[in-house]
Nanobody, 117 residues
Framework: QVQLVESGGGLVQPGGSLRLSCAAS????????MGWHRQAPGKQREWVAI???????DYADSVKGRFTISGDNAKNTVDLQMDSLKPEDTAVYYC???????????WGQGTQVTVSS
């Protein structure tokens, strides 16, 4: 019943910016946190960022200072503002949600981000 839908992916040049959005629906109770993972070709899935219901955020070292996560608790949405993009940021980006009622996480279908000249 819980569904997450990402949007905003695309092709950008190195040094450019992109903003990803994720909207969760079907929640009976509030989420504890939402965030983002990414998976580049030939690499394992990598955690990127999280924002908790309290507003506390954390980032992977690889994106710290370049990416900013924000969210709306009432709407169960989360955004990822990506600045100073590098070719190494090329990946499928997945939104995830940590529910308050279970230990399992919910995932979106992913959105492709390609950073290339």
């Amino acid at each position: 019943q819980v569904q997450l839908v990402e949007s905003g992916g695309g092709l950008v040049q190195p040094g450019g910016s992109l903003r990803l959005s994720c909207a969760a629906s079907g929640l009976t109770f509030s989420a504890n946190a939402m965030g983002w993972h990414r998976q580049a070709p030939g690499k394992q899935r990598e955690w990127v960022a999280i924002i908790r219901r309290s507003g506390i955020t954390d980032y992977a070292d690889s994106v710290k200072g370049r990416f900013t996560i924000s969210g709306d608790n009432a709407k169960n949405t989360v955004d990822l503002q990506m600045d100073s993009l590098k070719p190494e940021d090329t990946a499928v980006y997945y939104c995830y949600l940590k529910p308050s009622w279970a230990a399992r996480d919910y995932w979106g279908q992913g959105t492709q981000v390609t950073v290339s000249s």
